[in-house]
Structure formats: C-alpha cells, structure tokens
C-alpha cells in the first residue's frame, strides 16, 4: 500500500475531495498546514510595525490506497488542484507497511 | 421594590410624594410644591444621565478597554490583559471608596485632598434623628447626588491605571502589576485629579493656579497625558519583550480590538458628556464634539496610512477613533463642531506618527502603544484646548475670550504649564515607584514565564480551547 | 417622526405642548401650567433612567449572559447556551405581554395576581372619546409611565430562567428547555414576584406578609435564591454531563465570560439602581453600593484563589464580580457603602468555596454554577440585608431601625423566613416540573448527540468555523 | 470639569444656577424662577434621554453590526466587514456634520433641505456679546438641544449605508464601497430623510405629501426600505461571489452574530424610543412595541425553522429578533402592544421566507441578506404601519382615526404610496451610483483578491492569529 | 523502527492516551484532522441555505515505536479506540529510518 | 529522497525555518500539533476544579529532501531547535517514494 499526502490550495480541497470519490476513493484525512516555498508570503503593517508572513495556509489531504491506485490517485490530484501558478503544492508518496480499520480490524486493501 | 404599605418610598422622598399626590389628587398647589416637585425633576433628570454616564464610563474598561487591548497581545496572553482590566475594576474601586475619592476631591488644598470623604464619610446617606429621615447629600449646589459625582469619578479612577498596562503587557508579573496601580494611583492619580479638579496647582482661576491653570474638562492632563507618559517610562524600565523586533508579535485577534474600540467610542460619550456632571445644553456640546473628534481620527489615520502603506487597515482605524478620543477629551466643553473635526483628523495622524515613526525611532516597546496614543494624543489635546476653547461653549472665565482662536492668551499659557507640570510629575513618581517596586519584588516575569505566556504562567489559564 | 403639521404631536401631549409654547411664547404664567411643566419634567427624568435600566437589564441576558455563560462550556455546545438566553428573550417577553405582568403584578392578594393587565389591558395607551385624546397610565401615584414598570419588570423574568440554564448546559434538550422555562415562567416566578413585590406573603409590611416580610430590593430571592435552587434541582435531576471527572471539560473561551462579566457588572446597574422606580437620590446610593459590592467580590474570590492555588484567575476575578453583584441584590437600596464593600467580599469568598469545595463534596454537576453563585450568594446576600440594613438608605418602616446594626430584628427574622419560604417553594415546583416534562418528553439528548454536541444536535449548526 | 472659580459653570447656565440657588439658598421663589428650574429640569430630562439613544444607535454600527455581519462571512473577510462599519462611523458623521443634515433637515421645501445648517451654522453655541452669554438652541419648541436632533439623525446616517454593505460583502473593493456610501448618503439618504421627516414630498400632512404622506416613526423607509432596496441592487450588479453555490460559504463565527444581535437588540430601543426626540409616555409605548415585536420575531423565525428543518437554529432566532425590529420600526409610535407581537412574528416568518426561498428562487447572491430582512421587514413593517396605527399612540390626525383597524384609511393608502416613491427611488438612484463607480474605478476586487480574502487584499490584516 | 499513524474519535484521545501510557509509551504526537470516509457528515442550514459538511473531525494520534513494542501498541489503540460503529478511524504503520531526540541527540530505540 | 519531520517547540520554528533557508532549502510544511511525553504538561484550576492538560502545543515541520542533503537537514535543525531543556523534540526520518509537484508534474529531486 502507499499513502499519498498531497499540499494543495484551500480553495482547490473540494476538487480534489469529489475528483477522488468520483474516482472511488472511500476515504482520505485533511490537516491545516502553513507552507514555506517558492510561493513568497506577504507583509502586514500593524500600527505601522511590518511583520514578514512567510508561511502560506494550505491544506494537507493524506490518503492511503492501494498500489494499483496510487498512480491514478495522483494523476487525479494533479489534475483537480494544478493552477500552474507557483505554490500549487507537493504530492509525497511513501510505504505503508500495514493498515487496519479500527472498526473490524481489517487489515491490508480491505481496510481502506 | 415595588408597592409598600405604611412608611414606604414616599416617606422618604417625603418631597417626591407629597409633590405628585398635589398634582393627581386634588390638592392645593403652593409655589414650595411646585418648587420642591421642579427640584425633584431636575435631579431625577441629571441623576438619570449622570448614572448612565458612570455605567458607560465602566463599560469602557470592561468590557471596552479589555477587549481593545486583549485583541491587540498574542493568543498567550489574551487573559493576563483581560485580568488586569477586570481587576483593577476591583482594586481602584475599593481604594477609592476608602480614601481615593477624599485625596481628590476633599477640601480644596493647593496639593491634595483632605480627609472629608474618608470611608465614604460625608457623602454617604445618613438618619436624621430629629427630622426622623434620612439625609440626602448633593453635590456642590447643584441638583446632583454627591453619590454620582463620586462614583463617575471612581471609573475614571479605574481606566487610567487600565491604560497604562498597554505599555508593559506580555511581560509584567501580575502581582507587581497590583502593587504598581495601588501606588500610582495613590500617589499620582489622586494628587494630579485635586490639582487640575479641585482647586489644586492647575485649577483653572484656581487662587493656587500655576500660570492660572488650565481648562481640562474631562481628563486630557488628569487621564491621559498621566497614563501615557508613566506607561512609557514603564516601557523604558521593564524593558522590552522577549523577541521583540525578531519575532511574529502581531495582534492575536483584531476582532476583539474593533469591539473593544466601539465600546470605546460608545463608553466615551458617558466620559466627556458626563463631565459636564448636568443633563444640560453643554452636556450635548460635549457629547457632539466628542463624536465629531472621533470620527474625524478615523479618516485621519486611515488616510494616513492610504498613503503610506496603500491600505487602511481596521487597526488604523479603530486606533484613529481612539486617537480622536483622547484628542478631543480636555477639550469636550470648550470647543465648537469644526474644531472639534479639526482636533480630531490630526490627532488621527499624528498618533499614527507617534507609533510607526518615533517608536521605532527610538526603539522603546511601548507594546500596545499607551503612549503614543493617550500621551501624544492628550499633549495634543490639552495644547489644541488652548487654542480653540470659546466662551461660546463654556464662558467659563466672566466673558473673557479664551482660546488663541478668540484672541485669549491666558488660557493657551495655562495649558502649556499644566501639560509640563504633568509631564514631569509623571516621569519623576512612575519611576521612582517602579524602581521601589523592581528592587522589593521585581517587575518582570520570568524568561521562562513570559515565553509560554502569562495567561498559564500567572494565572493558570487559557484564552482558547478551540478541539 | 419630526415635524409634524396640523395636529402633531404636541396636540397628543397636549400637556407638554402647552407647557413648553407658555415658556417659549410670551404666553402668560400660571401656578398651574408651572406644575404641569413640572410634573412632564418629571417624567422626563424618571422615563429617561427606567428605560435605560431596562435596556441595561436586557443587555445583561443577551449578550452579557450568552456570552458569559457561552464561554464557560465546551466549543461543541456554545451556540445552545447562547441560543437558549436569546429564545428566552423572546419567549418570556411574550409570556409576560400575554399574562405574566398580570400573574405578578395584578391586584394585591395573597398568593397571586389577578387579570387586570392581561393582554396588556390597563397598561397601554387608549383613546378616550370625550377628551378626544389618548390615555396615558402611570405607576401608582408617580411620574413613571406604567409602561416602564411592565416592561423593566419583563427584563427580569427573562433573565432569571436564562441564569438556570447554567445548571443544565451541555446536556438539556432544547424543546425540554423551553417546556420547561414557560412552566417555572407562570408556576415559580409569577407567584414568588407576586409574594415579594406585589403585597403578596413575603411582601414587606403587606397584611398577608408572614413574619412580616421581607426586604428585597432588586430580587435577592425572586430572582437569585429561586433561580440557584431551582438550577440545582435541574442539575440532580438531569444528571452530570458525559465524562464528567474524567473528560476535558475546561471553558472553551474564557475571553468571553470575560466579556460576558463586564456586560453584566454593566447591566447590574440598571437591575439594581432601576428597581428603585425613581431618577433619585436613592437610586444613586443603590448604583454605589452595587459597584462597590461587585469590586469587593473581585478581590474577594481573587484573594481566595491566591492562598489557595498560589494564582488568582480571571475566572474567578469574573466570578468575584458576579457573585458580589448577586450578594447586593436585595440589599442595594437598604445598605451604605462600607457594609456593602463587606457583603461583596465575603460574597466573593463564600461562592468561591460553594463552587470549590461544595460542589466536588457532593458531587453534582451544577455545570455552569448557576447554584454555587446565585443560589448561595442570593442567600447570603438575603440573610445580610437583614444584618446591614438602614432606614438611613430607605426609611421604609416609618422611622423603625431595619437591620441588626441598627437594633432592629423584624427584618432580620423576615428575611430568613423569605428565603426559607423561597427555598422550599422552588425545590418542590421545580421537582414537579422536572419531573413532569421527564415523563412526558425527557429532559436528556441523547448520548450520541451530547459526544456531538447539543450545537449540531439540537440546532444544526457549528459556533466555529475557522478554516 | 468641577469646581469652579469666579465665572464658572453657573454663569453659563446662569439660568439653572439662579435656580438652584434659589432653592437653596433661602432667596425668595417667584413664578418666573420656578417656571425656569421646571425649563431646566425638563431639558434635563430629555437630553439624558436623546444623548442615551444616540450613544446606543451608534452602539448598533459597531460594535452592533460589525459583530453581527463579521459572524456571517467567511474568515478571511471578518475585517473587511469590520472595518466598513467603523470607517462608516467617521465618513458619514464627517459627511452629516458639513452638510448632511442641513440637506435633510434645512427647512421644509418639497424635495430637499437648504444650507441653513451647513457646518453647523444654526446647530452650534455661539457668543452673544450683548447678554455675554453663549446662545443655546433647541429643537422646535421643544425642551431638547438642537445638538440631540443632530447627533441622533447623524447616528442613523451612519448605520444605513453600514446595512448596505451585507449584500455585496465578501467581493467588494474597499474604496468603491467608500465612493458609494459618500454617494448614495448624500443623493439618496438625505433627499428621503427630507422627504419623510422634514416637510417633504412623504412627509405626514406636510403641503407637498403624496397621497398624505406616510407615519413613518424612526425609519422603516427612511433606513430599511432604502437601504434593503439598495442592497439588492448592489447584489445584483456587482455579482455572486465566486463559489456562490458550491463552496462552503457557511458563517465563520455565529458566537459573533449573536454577540451583535444582542447589541442591536439593546441599541434599537435607542433607534425607535429615541425617535419620540422626547423622554415621554409615548417614548416609553415605543420601546415596549419594539421589545415585543423583537420577541415575536424570534418565535416566528425559529418556528418556521422547527417545522421546516426540523431545528431551530440560533442564526434564526437572531434574524428573527432583527426581522421584528425592522418592521416595527416606522410603527414604534404607533401601534399598541398586541399588534407589535402579530406584527414581529409575521415578520419573522416573512422575512425568513425572503432569505429561504425567495433569494435561492431568483439566485441573486445577498451575502448577508440585507435585502430579505430589511428590504422586505421594512416594505412589511410599513404598510402594516397603516394597518394597525392608532391615535391612541400618537394622535397624529388632529382626533382622526389612522389604521385600518380604527376605520382609517388614509394612512394605509398614504403608506402604500411612500413605499412605492422609497423603492422606485432607491432603485433608479442606486442603479445609477453603481453604474457611475463601475465605469469609473470598478466596484469589484480582484478574482485573487477575493480568493485570498479581503482582509489581507484590501486591508493587509488578518483577523485571527491563533497559533 | 515503526511509525503509527491512527485517526480516531476525539472523545477516544483520552482513552487511547492512557492505555498507551500503561504500556509504557513515553511519547505521542497529537493533530487536529478533518476525516473523510464512509461515515457520512451531516447538512447544516443557515437562513435556508442548506451546506453537506463532509469532513468530520478526527485526531491523529502519531507514535515512533521500536519493532518489538509494534504490534501491541496497534492492538491497544484498537482496543481503547474502538466503539464498533462507522468511524471509528484507522491505523497505519510505515517504516522509520531513523529517530533523533533533539534534546541529546540520541538515536535510535533510545531516543523515543 | 527522505521526508525528515521535526516536532519542535513553537518560538523555534523562526529560527529553523532561518537555519533551513540558509541551506538552501526551498520548502517546508509546518502544522500545528500537541505533544505528550517526558516534558509533562500542567494543571489548571477553574472554579476549584483541576484539569491536567497532558499536552504540550509543538510545531511539526516536514521537509521533503534528496538523500545527500538529509544529514545536514538534521544537523540544522538540531543545532537550531536545541534548548537542552525537556521538550525539545524529535526528529523522525522516513523513505519518500516519490515526490511530485503539482504545478508542473516534475518528478523526483526537481520537485523540491
Ligand atoms: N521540500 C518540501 N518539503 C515539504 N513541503 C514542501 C517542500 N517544498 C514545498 N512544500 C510545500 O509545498 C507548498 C508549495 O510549494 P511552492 O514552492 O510554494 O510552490 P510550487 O510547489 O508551485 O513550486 C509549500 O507551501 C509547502 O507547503
Ligand atoms: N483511505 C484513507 N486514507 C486516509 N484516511 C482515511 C482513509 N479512509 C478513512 N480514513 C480516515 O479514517 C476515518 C474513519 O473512516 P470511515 O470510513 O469514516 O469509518 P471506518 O474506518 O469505521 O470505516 C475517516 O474520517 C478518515 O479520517
Ligand atoms: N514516541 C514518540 N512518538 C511521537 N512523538 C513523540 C514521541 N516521543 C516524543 N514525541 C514528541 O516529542 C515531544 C518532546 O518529547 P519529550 O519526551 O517531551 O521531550 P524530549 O524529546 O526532550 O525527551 C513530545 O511533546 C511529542 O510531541
């Protein structure tokens, strides 16, 4: 199995979400991140004191699937989320050993 | 209470009663009834605006003042600023109903009060035994309750030291906080309130007066110029925050700073209109000219920073409004609409100056900018009083012009003494109270404390659980 | 509306109109229309301070209440606390339009009202044919229009069944709620108003009175005892929360109970400075002793929790306050200054251990501490306006000393005798309630909603959505 | 100000000091005297009154609306909203002071005010320097300060335009939205205020009235029905928000919106009894028919929603309480208590019909529903105006019955007819407005900026920092 | 070394917490998350907009655990976590290269 | 490529991010966690009633890097996140399989 943790824009979240059902993903988690990168942050004047704000809200969507999937799992983020303006975000995939619906216990594809 | 059998409301207001039961039951009129019954009338008019003055003047430091400067401190320590406003709500109370009203306002000394009030003595309601009722004490001659004179002072007591936290927030410890206001406010609030309110140093024709003393109608000497100097010279000495310069400091929650600046606004009508201490043609004076200022320190502020940021932000707004606020404050009953709008467009800007020009300048962390908005604000205010005030307002001085604008001179003399006279004492007692504080107990918290925040660290608390 | 031309509105208040045009024109002076002149002043005065003590009064159920009560529960449960003090302030308003008024205040028996203000009959404005003018009523024989009574009394019947809901928060089920508030509305509150203020059992000097009665001036136990007793039947009845002991059930927000506690230090004024009915001098006393008393109960519950935690919270510096204000309730036109800053004190101190150490002997989870503060501070306030009392405030009882300070005892005995009166009333009505509503419909959310939280459960929607 | 010396207070008010001192003093008491301090008291009674409601509708901008509009957009645009209510708050009072209320309330021609109070000739005190003493003016012929008229109809210029801005919230460039309000304040409120209060074209029995003109209390077309109208023009011409309809548009902070529901609540008895400009009996009948009207809305709201959804929701409830309040607006003076609770329920439902159905059926994008709670409650509130009004309330008529209900029915037609001038008017004057800005700088922020959000776009704040 | 993963019910955090802490787990990494899966979300309503909220809130709870301790830390987040019903959450396990305490700059099985 | 994730304390993340940048890292994604373990949290006291609150707020930064780079990532952060104090964290090192960014679809190093 892989889990896929993609960075993208707030706004692109619901894209991706439906792009991915429709592609029949049952599930994924979605964290609040900030993001540091080529995409510059702005500066705010408070009182006329600046404060550089480097970091950028993005949203993390973290889905594990199957090996078959992955590729078209990531082919389907692209799609959904790409602006093609800098800071569209990252897509990391890695190994998972093991996965297991708390509910049941199932393990392995069956759990996703 | 409400209906009472024999012996009730009416024996005490014998006045009252009598008057009304002349009027509905058929009674025969006498020109003392319908005197007495006028009389109630007024002081039922000036008592219903004088408590709703005193309502409003708390309400500025809680919620008002709390909120302001909560929104303006980062999440960590959003309570420990709530706190001392809500705090010092008890403790300046409590000092003034002991003796803070009477070092104020006892007597009329060229210093300080005497001990007339002491405990409330000589102001609260006493039993006659002989006229077998109670007897009722008004202020001066006038149809007022000494009762409403002393308790809308006792806010003023209460927001002053509020306002000085501005300048030491995020780093002071709370109990040297409480030790601080108990002797400031001791030690400078109620002297400065006798010599500018009672006949003291800076009384206006005072026989004391310095250079004839000066015209302060609601507090731009006795409130802000006080608060905002000794908050600066507390930013001198505690020092700055940790990180400051390098670290993210920004306001936490600007929703909080626009509430609290609304109320702000709101509460001030209550602290210039009720300065006046009547419901009376002046008293609208002071109220119009109050919101004129205000208004007219939004748009300076906000232009200001159109121009030099390319974006006005709420922040500059709100802290315009306030700006115009204090400007407008000594001024409130000497000064006519234009003035007023004037008065208020530059205080807009030049607090706007004061904070994101001379702060840096300098690089003091005056945190929530105490300083420069109540003392550059309330400097300007007191020398603008003594340029604009018109008898037309108050002819407070016989039929004398006033103002420079109205060909006075005395007066604009009169201020500038009084606002030097401030400054310096300010300066001098803050610092001398704050190093007798540093050396018994220390000021400030420790490295460790005010980097996870005061709100945990002295008081055990968090502002937000938000999972 | 502003100018009006033929027949405006000067021909209504032909009075004023007359009046005014007597002074205004070179019209010819008369004993009479002076007194008239006089009379309509002052209605002025007493008009303008009743309706802003009942706004005031308003202000403290929404937003003061709803956010001091707001930010004491957990995020998932905030929007159901506010929507039960804003639901209330529409259903008890319309409650008391249609009969509540007349259930309190109609008539003078025993035990409850009669019908005379039903539908506000006898209260609002009629057109009288003969005189082809309207009919304006006032309250007794004083120049306060009946209307300002029926309306500042209104505020308090909302408030007090919004201060229960503290005990049940987190767990009641709205349509439970709102069963439940209309029935202890006319069951509890109507008769217990009646009895104190309206010349029933417990009314002071009343020929039904038992023991002679009692002294409660702003509702030390129509509203505070009978509430807090009320609200810990609830508490018993319903049961503790999910997880209480074990979960995390910290205050979500406390930057609101602190907002929420400025409002109702703010709003407090006009509860207890309005229940004198009168812009008069008494009134200024009661607005004195009621700051001061809340001040006290600040340093009282912050003084406590510093020796007992080694830090004082905002939490309880906000509680202090209330549970000063609760204290000086029924005491706030009876009793001077210094007495009063005691009251608050030991207010402070007493709930503080009622919240503290009571509460966690016994066990219940009076969630918000509607009893701890209401029920216990309403009580002690009572049994102390007993003690402290003075004809010198309120010479009520003909010249007779009222509290044990100044050698009385009646008092002292009636108010004990009121609260037990009061106690015993709310325990057994409110049981039955409770017990009628659980049998009928169930007082609990389910378990599933209450993990999701009543805000989603009961009323779709979420407080906050910050992403 | 306090004591002070020679030539103080009292030379000002010589009138009030003679007075007193004529009580107090043991000088001998003539009619004229008497006759003066009951003038005095009078005035008193009213200014405490008039300054009290202009402090709370000003309450109602901000924090008031701020609160309940910033509660309902998205996160990233809480400032902007924020800020369009406090900058209002320094616009328009600048705008009312220069000319604003000379064009609404100078004279009484047809169509529109004259420059008789042009910076505030006419309003402020000036020097008599024959009677050296400063002239104060008052209000018709009325115990009132012209300054009470002034800042309270400034109060109302404020808040109108400030409603607007809930119907193109959340995409509207900042500086567009000042240029609209500068416009639409000055070419459509004033020339309406005129209208209906100063005389002109809707004005009640004026000369120039249309069809009689309208009863329009404290504003239903004046305020609601012009700014609703108008908000729905600016809806439809700047555009849905982007998303509108797929993205989660829910309302970031409801806590928010209760907070400013309660305010406007409590800030509106200030609105409808200030608009009596007197601290009468009449005053005290509009603050009770406004009370009950609010509750009624919040019953008729959260019923509909219970049927409806199953759930009553607390956004109802507030909207409903708002819903009540707009329409009993124009009716405060006019209508019995009964048909103020018939009126707020009907409007609750309405009202919660327009934003329910109406808005989703013609899929226009009025973000904060300015349109379908004050454009319809006000077109509502007006014409049941001439439904229910009673000369008991206001005998406006010279003894003529007004409402239907009484057998009049000039009024209900005079009503219709205002309407339909109101919203014709709003309608042609805004379209044109808009059209004029979008040609000449746009209207509409950028398709990044609003993605981003306002705050940081327009204003470079962010409202919440919470990490 | 392992890395788990679990997203469970907020009201199981404190269950979950101290079931671990008997079993000797000196650490544990808590975030705030949004799940998307079969348990539905819900429908709100405001002044008759009707809006599908489909995430719903969960915790991550993330554990670095040497091999041996794997499997029964796995089991005892199931047995604190689990309530049967549709949401309960899942587990996942990947590998860990490498574990550093910042603090020492231990390694390694030490450092957890 | 390894996908390096510290969970340090929140008034250091300026000056990693600084240290970071200065290393010519491009990018990072910083999210706001709570953690538990020997650094013990507090109790707090409201109206007599105590609460632990075994949580301490953290930040958690992950970076995406090459593996020649990974060292020097770690030894940074370290260097610069380090108090000495209980508390000061962990460094969790992992595989990424793959890395993409979204804008343009490249693959692999490109993509940091
Ligand atoms: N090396 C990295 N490790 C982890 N997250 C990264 C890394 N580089 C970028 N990101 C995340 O991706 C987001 C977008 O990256 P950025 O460089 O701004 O735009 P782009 O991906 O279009 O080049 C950043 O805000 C950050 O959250
Ligand atoms: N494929 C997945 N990848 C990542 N997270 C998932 C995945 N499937 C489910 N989750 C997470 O697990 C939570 C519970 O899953 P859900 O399907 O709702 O219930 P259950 O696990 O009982 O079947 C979801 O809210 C989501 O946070
Ligand atoms: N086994 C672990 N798994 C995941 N996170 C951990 C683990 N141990 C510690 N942490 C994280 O590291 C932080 C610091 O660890 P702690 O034991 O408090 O201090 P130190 O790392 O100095 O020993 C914790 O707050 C937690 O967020």
Chains 1, 5, 6 share one sequence.
């Not at chain 1, 706004?11 to 599930?27: P, R, T």
Request: proline fraction near 3%; include cysteine.
């Amino acid at each position: 199995m892989k889990k896929i943790e993609a960075i993208v824009r707030h706004f692109k979240l619901e894209d991706v979400k439906n792009a991915l059902s429709e592609l029949g993903i049952a599930g994924m988690t979605i964290t609040e991140v900030r993001g540091f990168g080529r995409q510059k942050g702005h500066t705010e004047t408070y009182r006329g004191t600046e404060y550089a704000v480097d970091f950028v809200p993005k949203v993390k969507i973290e889905i594990a699937v199957s090996e078959e999937k992955s590729q078209s799992v990531i082919d389907t983020i692209i799609k959904a989320s790409q602006t093609g303006q800098i800071g569209d975000g990252k897509i990391f995939v890695s190994d998972l050993v093991e996965t297991i619906r708390i509910r049941t216990g199932e393990t392995g594809n069956g759990a996703l | 209470m409400h209906r009472v059998w024999p012996g009730g409301c009416f024996v005490l207001t014998l006045l009252l009663a009598s008057v009304f039961s002349s009027t509905l039951s058929a009674q025969e009129l006498t020109l003392e009834s319908v005197d007495e019954k006028a009389q109630a009338a007024a002081i039922a008019g000036n008592t219903a605006w004088m408590l709703t003055s005193s309502a409003l003047v708390l309400f500025m430091t809680a919620p008002g003042l709390a909120m302001f400067y909560g929104g303006l401190v980062r999440k960590k320590n959003v309570l420990s600023v709530m706190m001392q406003c809500v705090f010092l709500m008890g403790l300046m109370t409590i000092i003034w109903a002991l003796y803070g009203y009477s070092l104020s306002f006892g007597g009329d000394g060229a210093y300080v009060g005497n001990g007339e009030y002491l405990f409330m003595n000589n102001v609260q309601r006493t039993w006659d035994a002989d006229t077998e009722s109670p007897v009722e004490l008004f202020y001066l001659d006038t149809p007022l309750p000494l009762y409403c004179h002393m308790v809308f002072q006792g806010m003023f007591f209460i927001i002053t030291p509020a306002l000085i936290c501005g300048a030491f927030a995020e780093r002071m410890k709370f109990s040297a906080m409480v030790v601080f206001s108990i002797l400031w406010g001791t030690l400078v609030y109620c002297p400065l309130c006798h010599w500018v309110w009672d006949g003291g140093i800076l009384a206006f024709n005072s026989p004391h007066a310095i250079a004839g003393g000066a015209l302060d109608f609601a507090g731009g000497t006795v409130v802000h110029i006080s608060s905002g100097i000794s908050a600066l010279m507390c930013a001198l000495v505690i020092g700055k925050r940790k990180g400051f310069g390098s670290e993210d400091m920004r306001p936490h929650n600007l929703t909080y700073t626009v509430l609290g600046a609304g109320m702000l606004w709101v509460g001030w009508f209550g602290f210039n209109a009720g300065s006046e201490l009547l419901s009376d043609h002046l008293a609208s004076s002071a109220f119009v000219v109050t919101h004129f200022s205000a208004a007219a320190g939004v748009l300076g502020w906000s232009i200001y920073e159109w121009f030099h940021n390319g974006k006005p932000s709420v922040l500059g707004a709100a802290s315009g409004a306030v700006a115009g606020l204090v400007c407008i404050t000594p001024a409130a009953g000497f000064v006519n609409p234009m003035p007023a709008l004037l008065m208020g467009f530059v205080a807009g800007i030049v607090c706007a100056l004061a904070c994101g020009k001379l702060k840096p300048a300098f690089g003091y962390d005056d945190s929530l900018d105490a300083f420069g908005v109540h003392g550059v604000g309330g400097t300007l205010g007191a020398i603008l009083t003594g340029v604009f005030a018109t008898r037309a307002c108050w002819n407070i001085d016989g039929g004398n012009p006033l103002g420079l604008i109205e060909g006075g001179s005395q007066v604009f003399v009169g201020q500038i003494a009084a606002v030097a006279v401030t400054i310096v004492f300010s300066i001098v007692a803050t610092l001398i109270i704050l190093k007798v504080i540093d050396i018994a107990m220390g000021l400030r918290i420790s490295p460790e404390g005010e980097t996870r925040g005061l709100d945990i660290t002295d008081h055990g608390e968090e502002g937000y659980i938000f999972f």
